[in-house]
C-alpha cells in the first residue's frame, strides 16, 4: 500500500473540502528546505548552485510549524539541501507529527545514524533515501565514491528499525533502464515500502556551470521510464500516483500546478515553483495571489519544456480526478 488506509482518507477528505469550497488553487504537499546547505555536491542539483546568501540562513523549527500552519498542506516533505545538517531536523520531524501531517524526510544518507538515534518509527513518517541508479552511476552523479554503499546500509538498518522508507531515483541522460529496474527489485526484496522515480529538471544554473547535457528530453524521458517499469516487472510498489505514472509513460497529457507543492526556504514562500525561483514571498497567500501561475508550465514557458517532476505534476493528477480515477486511486491504495 502507497500509503496507510487512515491517511489516505485524511488526504481524500481534504481534496473533497477544496473542491466543495469552491478552491481552484490549493497546497498538497509543503516542500519546506529548514537548510539549503549539504554535504554532497550531486552533479545534476540546481540548489548548491544558488546564491550564497541563502547557504548562510536556515530556518528554525518554530518557522517551519509557522509554514505548515500557513498554508495548511497534509502533507509536508522536508527537504534541502540536506536536512539532516540541519541542528533542530527531529524537533521539526516531531512537530510535525505532532499535527497529524504526512511527513517525509529526504536525505542523502550519509547522517542517517544521526536521524535513526532521535527519531522513532511512526506510520506517518518515511524516510526518502536519495539513490540515482545503481552503485556505479549513483556515486558518479552524486560525486562521491562510497555513497550507494551508505546508502543501501542506511536503508536496511532504518527498515530492521520498524521506520517507512522510500526510495527517490532521478532519472539522467545516460542512466542504464535495466540497471534502474534491477535496482528497484532489489529494494523490494530490502522490504522498501515504496519507489519515486521520476526524471530530472534541467536547472539552468547545472547547465551554466558544467557546460554538458545530463538532463533528456520529454520523449527521451518517456522512452527511459517505460524501460525502467519494463526492466522491474509487475511487483514494484511504486509511490506516483496512477494519473502520474501515466504522464511519465506518455499515455496521458497534463500541465503543470505549481501551486499544488508550494516551497518555503530560508528566504520565504518561493514563487513560482520548487524549481525555479522568480521571486520569495514573506506570506504564503502573497505568493498564491502574486503569482502569475498561467505562465509557467510545458508549452507556457520555455524554462518548463523539459519538465516532467512529481513535484509539478502529482497534483495536477490529484486536481483532475475523473471517476474511472477514482477507481483507479481505490485499486492503488490497496495494492500490496
Not at 500500500?1 to 488553487?25: C, D, E, H, I, S
Not at 498542506?73 to 531536523?89: C, K, Q, R
Not at 547547465?207 to 524521458?221: H, K, N
Request: glycine share 8%.
Amino acid at each position: 500500500m502507497p500509503l496507510p488506509f487512515g491517511l489516505t482518507v485524511n488526504m481524500a477528505k481534504y481534496v473533497l473540502t477544496q473542491r466543495l469550497k469552491g478552491n481552484k488553487r490549493y497546497p498538497l504537499v509543503l516542500m519546506l528546505e529548514p537548510t539549503e546547505l549539504c554535504n554532497l555536491t550531486c552533479t545534476g542539483c540546481g540548489k548548491i548552485r544558488q546564491a550564497e546568501e541563502i547557504h548562510g540562513k536556515r530556518l528554525s523549527a518554530e518557522e517551519c510549524f509557522q509554514a505548515i500552519d500557513e498554508c495548511g498542506a497534509p502533507v509536508v516533505s522536508i527537504a534541502g539541501g540536506e536536512p539532516l545538517t540541519h541542528p533542530e531536523f527531529d524537533v521539526i520531524v516531531k512537530g510535525m507529527l505532532a499535527r497529524n501531517k504526512l511527513t517525509l524526510l529526504c536525505t542523502n544518507g550519509i547522517l542517517i545514524n544521526r536521524a535513526l538515534s532521535k527519531l522513532t518509527p511512526d506510520p506517518r513518517f518515511s524516510f526518502v533515501f536519495h539513490l540515482d541508479g545503481p552503485r556505479e552511476h549513483h556515486d558518479r552523479m552524486v560525486e562521491r565514491q562510497g555513497v550507494y554503499d551508505i546508502v543501501m546500509k542506511g536503508i536496511k538498518k532504518a527498515k530492521e528499525m520498524g521506520f517507512r522508507v522510500t526510495t527517490n531515483t532521478t532519472l539522467y541522460k545516460g542512466v542504464d533502464p535495466v540497471g534502474v529496474g534491477e535496482l528497484l527489485k532489489q529494494l523490494m526484496d530490502m522490504g522498501v515500502d515504496n519507489c519515486i522515480v521520476s526524471p530530472a529538471f534541467t536547472y539552468e544554473e547545472v547547465g551554466s556551470a558544467l557546460d554538458s547535457d545530463i538532463f533528456m528530453r520529454r520523449r527521451e524521458a518517456t522512452e527511459t521510464f517505460r524501460r525502467v517499469v519494463e526492466a522491474a516487472g509487475p511487483r514494484i510498489r511504486y509511490y506516483d500516483t496512477p494519473m502520474f505514472f501515466d504522464f511519465l509513460m506518455g499515455k496521458r497529457q497534463m500541465h503543470c500546478t505549481p501551486w499544488g507543492n508550494p516551497t518555503r526556504d530560508p528566504l520565504g514562500w518561493k514563487g513560482p515553483c520548487y524549481l525555479l525561483t522568480d521571486a520569495h514571498y514573506e506570506r504564503f497567500q502573497d505568493m498564491m495571489e502574486n503569482t502569475e501561475w498561467e505562465e509557467f508550465g510545458y508549452g507556457d514557458n520555455p524554462r518548463c519544456a523539459s519538465c516532467m517532476m512529481h513535484s509539478g505534476y502529482e497534483a495536477s493528477g490529484v486536481a483532475g480526478l475523473s471517476p474511472i480515477d477514482v477507481v483507479r486511486v481505490i485499486r492503488w491504495m490497496f495494492a500490496s
